[in-house]
């Protein structure tokens, strides 16, 4: 069973931006998942159906972590949805320093980590893509609509003699998702929570 004793690179692929078969896209309503995310790993996911109907390249993806941008459409009532920080901002004065640029479109960008595939560590007899956005929220938003614009492979899914051993590696992995995302190249020129906007074409998740 696979450990994580050895170090592992936090920053993945050229500065220059996604390589081919990158970047793919993946769409559909969070739906609830297997609840070991929160309760168990302290790493929230938000699941979304694994529909080769839908996503024709998920069928022959490697299974394995992934990483990239997600997009959500939260409704109005959610804490963190585009109306309520923009209300927020407006009142304290701090405007444009939490939002994405693209102020028109109801979908706000985040980085995120996600993993496709079994997880041999659970023993899942389904497959699953399991994404868990870089963002602290202060409330649920299944049913939301989110969009993914997968950018780049971790690493294959393994098992493991322990769970400290699985959230040590997902850490790592959130390490790297985060490090290699905060280049130029590969960053949505629409703009990301938190204000960064680089030069990466991030439209169809805002569109």
């Not at 297997?34 to 993806?61: C, H, M, Q, Y």
């Not at 490697?62 to 804490?79: D, E, I, N, Q, T």
Request: negative net charge; contains cysteine.
């Amino acid at each position: 069973m696979a450990e994580t004793s050895n170090p592992r690179p936090r920053v993945l692929y050229p500065a220059s931006g996604p390589e081919p078969p990158f970047p793919l896209r993946m769409e559909g309503a969070v739906i609830s998942g297997f609840g070991r995310g929160s309760k168990e790993l302290g790493i929230p996911t938000a699941n979304l159906p694994v529909d080769a109907a839908l996503t024709p390249w998920i069928a022959d993806a490697r299974s394995g972590v992934y990483f990239g941008w997600a997009s959500l459409a939260l409704p109005a009532a959610h804490p963190d949805s585009a109306s309520r920080t923009t209300e927020t901002e407006t009142e304290t004065g701090t405007a444009g320093s939490a939002s994405s640029s693209s102020s028109s479109s109801p979908f706000q960008i985040y980085p995120m980590v996600m993993s496709i595939g079994y997880n041999p560590f659970y023993k899942n007899s389904v497959r699953s893509a399991e994404v868990h956005v870089l963002h602290s929220f202060g409330a649920d938003f299944y049913d939301a609509t989110m969009r993914l614009l997968i950018l780049g492979f971790v690493r294959d899914e393994k098992d493991y003699n322990g769970l400290d051993a699985l959230v040590e590696d997902i850490r790592i992995d959130c390490d790297v998702a985060r490090q290699s995302l905060a280049r130029e190249a590969w960053t949505p020129a629409e703009g990301v929570v938190g204000g960064a906007k680089g030069t990466f074409d991030g439209a169809w998740l805002v569109r």
